[in-house]
């Protein structure tokens, strides 16, 4: 199993930028499908962006495309999500997840992941 902790998060007006960070434990980081997801007060939690073993293959959330971008960097067992354009919308906890199955780079759903990190918020002020 791995072990994750999400950093980054913090206070923004909207149009800016974050980038949050995922650092996992272990020796096999490579091996895992990594993702991220968020949750509002109120709301289901839902899924942003995910991505392959390798880094080759990304799913993004429609709600995100083209303002979100998931990278990982193998070598240092991080994973990062870079968030631009940023929306009070976007205001949530954000955790980082992880899971042994291969991406959907159609639909990501929270079930599938079985590592969890504590989160980290991210508030967009108007």
């Known amino acids: 199993q791995v072990q994750l902790v999400e950093s980054g998060g913090g206070l923004v007006q909207a149009g800016g930028s974050l980038r949050l960070s995922c650092a996992a434990s272990g020796r096999t980081f490579g091996l895992y499908t990594m993702g991220w997801f968020r949750q509002a007060p109120g709301k289901e939690r839902e899924s942003v962006a995910g991505?392959?073993?390798?880094?080759?293959?990304?799913f993004v959330a429609d709600s995100v495309k083209g303002r979100f971008t998931i990278s990982r960097d193998n070598a240092k067992n991080m994973v990062y999500l870079q968030m631009n354009s940023l929306k009070p919308e976007d205001t949530a906890l954000y955790y980082c997840?992880?899971?042994?199955?291969?991406?959907?780079?159609?639909?990501?759903?929270?079930?599938?992941?079985?590592?969890w990190g504590q989160g980290t918020q991210v508030t967009v002020s108007s």
């Open positions: 991505i392959n073993w390798s880094g080759g293959s990304t």
């Open positions: 997840a992880a899971k042994r199955s291969a991406l959907n780079r159609r639909t990501s759903a929270a079930s599938e992941y079985d590592y």
